[in-house]
């Protein structure tokens, strides 16, 4: 299983998809980081004193940038899982490469487990990487006046549920890579991925007009694809916004009425986990 996962390493590092997202990843820091200098330059001059509005109106507007910078970085995190872990299996297949391996009798089970730590490991530490930088650029770029007051132990939640963001999409990319082409699997994965975020804005947005339908439709997708309750998690887990209007009104529209549930957590795990064992069922009984 090891070699495996030295293969997939130097495949996600040879690829130009990674490499690319890797620079503009960096391009995005830098933008985040003068966006947040401008930002504190501005209300410093603007608000000067401390008073309780002007300090409402500083935590608002540093929320909103810190939670537009981690949604945006959970949008990229999610594209490279997908398109580095869609092709996988399906590529492989296609050009005969995985011949090679399959005739050392290596089991099909160990093969796609080494793709899965490979692919995951290595989405884990990119992923932990852009959010760990989008907190520091906001602690010590924005300074007094636009650094959201954190504690370790609020980061460390929140990043613990950032990173299983990548792990379940690599668990569904896995399972279309054995089923279907790479194009195809990437379409579907990336409609779903946008089913989920717009499910999840629609459910919030329900929960404060006091919608039940809305409500009922971003429950829906989220049951299909449930990708938007991690992000919710972590962000809730970061500002800790849970039954405290005051401190979701600070957030805004990243900020959640209707928090995920300890349930909704454990099916999205669960999701995940039954991802993966179908796919390895699935390739261990595929014609290759």
């Known amino acids: 299983m090891w070699p ?9 590092i040879s690829k130009r998809i990674f490499t690319i997202t890797v620079l503009m990843s960096l391009a995005f820091l830098l933008l985040f980081g003068v966006a947040t200098w401008f930002a504190a330059r501005e209300i410093r001059e603007t608000m000067g004193a401390a008073s309780g509005d002007a300090m409402m109106m500083k935590r608002f507007f540093s929320t909103q940038l810190l939670g537009m910078g981690l949604y945006f970085g959970s949008i990229i995190a999610a594209l490279l899982a997908i398109l580095s872990s869609v092709g996988s299996i399906a590529s492989e297949i296609e050009s005969h490469q995985i011949d090679t391996w399959l005739a050392r009798a290596m089991p099909r089970r160990q093969y796609m487990l080494g793709k899965f730590l490979g692919l995951a ?5 990119y992923t932990a990487m852009l959010y760990l930088g989008l907190i520091a650029i906001n602690q010590w770029v924005g300074g007094g006046e636009m650094a959201v007051q954190l504690r370790a132990t609020q980061v460390m939640t929140g990043l613990g549920y950032f990173l299983l963001l990548p792990v379940i999409l690599v668990c569904v990319s896995l399972l279309m890579s054995s089923m279907t082409t790479t ?44 990708t938007d309750s991690l992000f919710r998690l972590s962000m809730l887990s970061l ?17 959640t009425s209707s928090p995920p549930s300890a349930a909704m957590l454990y099916y999205t795990l669960g999701y995940g986990l039954v991802a993966l064992l179908i796919a390895i069922r699935i390739f261990q009984r595929r014609d290759v």
């Open 4 to 12: 495996i996962i030295k293969i997939t390493y130097r495949e996600m």
């Open 183 to 226: 194009v195809t699997g990437g379409i579907f994965l990336i409609i779903l991925y946008g089913i989920s975020f717009i499910g999840g804005f629609v459910e919030q947005l329900g929960s404060l007009i006091h919608q039940e339908s809305l409500v009922q439709i971003g429950i829906v997708s989220s049951l299909i694809f449930p």
């Open 121 to 125: 490991s290595m989405l884990i530490l």
């Open 239 to 255: 500002f800790e916004a849970v039954d405290n209007p005051l401190s979701f009104a600070s957030q805004g529209i990243f900020g």
